[in-house]
């Protein structure tokens, strides 16, 4: 009789613990919910981080006076052209 309420008792204790430790403010739910929050935050800034260092880039290049980025950039972005040069738009049309 003991043993038997011994071993119930033990197994509503470590089913109560299990429950405890998955469910509370700071469970195992909890740190796989951040984890992943955190997984994809780092993805993100990742990212950023490797446009950040292409805009740099291109920056330095423009500060450093180089002249095919140059016209490149007011070409494409400005459509400016040299003289004598006609541009051409071409219009994309949706599928």
Same mark, same amino acid.
């Given at each position: *009789?003991?043993?038997? =309420? ?5 197994? @509503? ?17 909890? =740190?796989? $919910? ?5 997984? $994809?935050? $780092?993805?993100?800034?990742? +990212? @950023?981080? +490797? ?9 330095? $290049? ?17 459509? *400016? ?5 006609? @541009? ?8």
């Amino acid at each position: *009789m003991k043993r038997t =309420y011994f071993i119930t008792l033990l197994a @509503v204790l470590i089913i109560a613990g299990a429950g405890y430790l998955a469910f509370n403010s700071t469970g195992v739910i909890k =740190y796989i $919910s951040v984890k992943g929050t955190a997984d $994809s935050l $780092s993805q993100k800034i990742d +990212s @950023v981080n +490797s446009v950040n260092t292409s805009l740099v880039n291109g920056i330095d $290049s423009l500060k450093k006076k180089i002249p095919a980025k140059i016209e490149r950039l007011a070409r494409e972005e400005y459509g *400016m052209a040299r003289r004598n040069e006609e @541009v051409v738009k071409v219009k994309v049309v949706g599928d």
